[in-house]
Structures are given as structure tokens and as C-alpha cells.
Nanobody, 123 residues
Framework: QVHLVESGGGLVQGGGSLRLSCAAS????????MAWFRQVPGKEREFVAS????????DSADSVKGRFTISRDGAKNTMYLQMHSLKPEDTAAYYC????????????????WGQGTQVTVSS
């Protein structure tokens, strides 16, 4: 089992940057593939980016390609989402997810979730 805690959200002006962190408990961080999703009220949870157990393979949604970068640090048991050139449409609650067997874009396949961190981008 793994416990996930997100941090780093906040209010930022359009064009600005933020870095989200997802701290994972336990000693088995390297056995989990991980991902970021986001959600706005009334909409489905949306895939943002994912990263493999080793960190060698990443995937990201077209809407964030070239602006967001996912990474992970095994020594710190932490995953990151570096966000640049933020737009008002990036406003959402951002969630990290982990799973030992799945590393795709389907949110319901991930077993473990954090509680989310709010990102608000002003125009």
C-alpha cells in the first residue's frame, strides 16, 4: 500500500509556472507507476501525464505537451509536475495516482490516489 500527498498548488497568473509534488510513503516507491490527473467540478477526471516505475518512459496529454514535465525522484519518494506557460484552462484540482500494474491514461485503473491540490490560473 502507498499513501500519496500532493502539494505545490496555488494561484498563479496566466503564463506563470508552478511545480506540484506528490510525496509517497513506504519503501516501495520504485514499484509503482504514477500519474497526474486533474478535475474541474462537473467534469470527468482528465489525464495529464504519467511516468513509468523507472522514470524512463513518460506520456502526457496533448493539451499540456511542451508545457508540463513529469518526473520522479526515487531517493525522495516523490513525483513532480513542472508546469510552465499556465493558462486559465489549466485551472483544476490536480491529483496524483499510483498503481503497480497500470501506467496508462485511464483514471479508474489506478489504485491509489492523493487528496488533490488546487491550481488556479488567472487571466
Amino acid at each position: 500500500q502507498v499513501h500519496l500527498v500532493e502539494s505545490g498548488g496555488g494561484l498563479v497568473q496566466g503564463g506563470g509556472s508552478l511545480r506540484l509534488s506528490c510525496a509517497a510513503s513506504g519503501r516501495t516507491f520504485s514499484t509503482y507507476a504514477m500519474a497526474w490527473f486533474r478535475q474541474v467540478p462537473g467534469k470527468e477526471r482528465e489525464f495529464v501525464a504519467s511516468i513509468s516505475r523507472s522514470g524512463e518512459t513518460t506520456d502526457s496529454a496533448d493539451s499540456v505537451k511542451g508545457r508540463f514535465t513529469i518526473s520522479r525522484d526515487g531517493a525522495k519518494n516523490t513525483m513532480y509536475l513542472q508546469m510552465h506557460s499556465l493558462k486559465p484552462e489549466d485551472t483544476a484540482a490536480y491529483y496524483c495516482a499510483a498503481d503497480q500494474d497500470y501506467n496508462g491514461r485511464y483514471s479508474r485503473a489506478y489504485e491509489y490516489w492523493g487528496q488533490g491540490t488546487q491550481v488556479t490560473v488567472s487571466s
